[in-house]
């Protein structure tokens, strides 16, 4: 069974950072291109990063470019979202996706998603 646990969310000032974290099972984590999607209040999902399956070709949305870096230890079976110089508008729950292949490309099919972990930012 596939399962993704996302953790380090949580409340923190403007200008300070979180580091997320996301645990996976049930599946051969380094076969797998992964992705960060977040979601704030009354708005849609909102792709944030993603990263091949070797740890390459990592990408971010406008958004949080220069601000946010993508990482995977693929022996820990673990992703990671390094966020630096937070804004309120970062504000959503996070949630990381397992892709359907090794590469992501834009729509590349996601596969599952996990339960999420909140992120406010605020004063």
């Known amino acids: 069974e596939v399962q993704l646990v996302e953790s380090g969310g949580g409340l923190v000032q403007p200008g300070g950072s979180l580091r997320l974290s996301c645990a996976a099972s049930?599946?051969?984590?380094?076969?797998?291109?992964m992705k960060w999607v977040r979601q704030a209040p009354a708005k849609g999902p909102e792709w944030v990063s993603s990263?091949?399956?070797?740890?390459?070709?990592?990408r971010y949305a406008d958004s949080v470019k220069g601000r946010f870096t993508a990482s995977r230890d693929n022996a820990k079976n673990t992703l990671y979202l390094q966020m630096n110089s937070l804004k309120p508008e970062d504000t959503a729950v996070y949630y990381c996706?397992?892709?359907?292949?090794?590469?992501?490309?834009?729509?590349?099919?996601?596969?599952?998603r996990g339960q999420g972990t909140q992120v406010t930012v605020s004063s």
């Open positions: 996706a397992k892709l359907r292949g090794s590469r992501w490309y834009p729509g590349a099919p996601e596969h599952y």
């Open positions: 049930g599946f051969s984590f380094g076969d797998y291109a």
């Open positions: 990263i091949n399956s070797d740890g390459g070709n990592t």
